[in-house]
């Protein structure tokens, strides 16, 4: 069975940090994109980052740039993503996610469309 789970949630305060892990089991995506969404109550599941299968290569949404870096350990099947500055608005659920499939060097998936496995999520709430 292919689970992602999430783990590093939890309640911060405005300007702190927090760094989220996503253990991949029942198959390697060592070669494959991750990417992390999240999802604030009442609105659409939005991107955050996505990473290239080696870890060369990254892309963030422009309301993370300069505050989140996504980064991956293939020997150990986990995707990271460390979060600093945080803001009142940054509070949602965060999911990791894995395209198992059909895609190509080069390209940074950022639709939540393009990925098929996902993790339960993990709460991150961000005081004021």
């Known amino acids: 069975q292919v689970q992602l789970v999430e783990s590093g949630g939890g309640l911060v305060q405005a300007g702190g940090s927090l760094r989220l892990s996503c253990v991949a089991s029942?198959?390697?995506?060592?070669?494959?994109?991750m990417g992390w969404f999240r999802q604030a109550p009442g609105k659409e599941r939005e991107f955050v980052a996505t990473?290239?299968?080696?870890?060369?290569?990254?892309y963030s949404a422009d309301s993370v740039k300069g505050r989140f870096t996504i980064s991956r350990n293939n020997a150990e099947n986990t995707v990271f993503l460390q979060m600093n500055s945080l803001k009142p608005e940054d509070t949602a659920v965060y999911y990791c996610?894995?395209?198992?499939?059909?895609?190509?060097?080069?390209?940074?998936?950022?639709?939540?469309?393009?990925?098929?496995?996902w993790g339960q999520g993990t709460q991150v709430t961000v005081s004021s």
């Open positions: 996610a894995a395209k198992s499939a059909y895609y190509r060097v080069g390209v940074h998936y950022t639709a939540k469309d393009a990925y098929d496995v």
């Open positions: 029942g198959r390697t995506f060592s070669s494959n994109p």
């Open positions: 990473i290239s299968g080696s870890g060369g290569s990254s």
